[in-house]
């Protein structure tokens, strides 16, 4: 009975965690890994980065947009999911980019996504989380309601 149960939690997990990550190599030739997370990972990525990161830059892409990068994309491992509603995801660049320290995605699939990049460093056309933390608050906030549709 044991074995049953714990041979049934690892279907369960296994599958679970391998249909939430894929592999993507695009039409310019950017190999990007996709994970979808959950919310609450979302918000302790976000805490976490804005503590440590010393800029952000922020990003729109309205849903005509994602869908049509999505079919210029070619999955090259995992299976890329349907999104349907609100979603959460991280990316990583294969190779990694030494200057991100990491980047988030919070998407509707009816209104398009939000990209939010952190950097280690302060860039050209990034903001400065130590200087312009109001204009950060700002920018996200907007962002957030064009997801949701406000």
Same mark, same amino acid.
């Given at each position: 009975?044991?074995?049953? =149960?714990?041979?049934?939690?690892?279907? =369960?997990?296994?599958?679970? =965690?391998y249909?939430?990550?894929?592999?993507v190599?695009g039409?310019?030739?950017?190999?990007? %890994?996709?994970?979808i997370?959950?919310?609450?990972?979302?918000?302790?990525?976000?805490s976490?980065?804005?503590?440590?990161?010393?800029?952000? %830059?922020?990003?729109?892409?309205?849903?005509?947009?994602?869908?049509?990068?999505?079919?210029?994309?070619?999955v090259?491992?995992?299976?890329? *999911?349907?999104?349907?509603?609100?979603?959460?995801?991280? =990316?990583?660049?294969? *190779?990694e980019?030494?200057?991100?320290?990491?980047?988030?995605?919070?998407?509707?699939?009816?209104?398009?996504?939000?990209?939010?990049?952190?950097?280690?460093?302060?860039? *050209?056309?990034t903001?400065?989380?130590?200087?312009n933390?109001? %204009?950060?608050v700002?920018?996200?906030?907007?962002?957030?309601?064009?997801?949701?549709?406000?």
């Amino acid at each position: 009975m044991k074995k049953i =149960v714990f041979f049934y939690l690892f279907l =369960v997990t296994g599958f679970s =965690v391998y249909s939430q990550s894929w592999t993507v190599r695009g039409e310019d030739g950017f190999t990007e %890994e996709y994970t979808i997370i959950t919310k609450e990972q979302f918000d302790r990525i976000i805490s976490a980065q804005e503590t440590v990161a010393l800029a952000a %830059e922020f990003h729109f892409f309205d849903a005509v947009e994602v869908n049509r990068n999505i079919n210029n994309s070619r999955v090259i491992r995992g299976t890329r *999911p349907t999104l349907n509603g609100y979603y959460y995801m991280t =990316v990583r660049d294969v *190779p990694e980019d030494p200057d991100v320290r990491s980047v988030v995605i919070y998407g509707n699939s009816r209104t398009g996504r939000m990209v939010i990049v952190f950097y280690s460093r302060l860039l *050209p056309g990034t903001i400065s989380l130590r200087l312009n933390r109001n %204009e950060y608050v700002r920018q996200f906030n907007q962002l957030i309601r064009l997801v949701n549709g406000e």
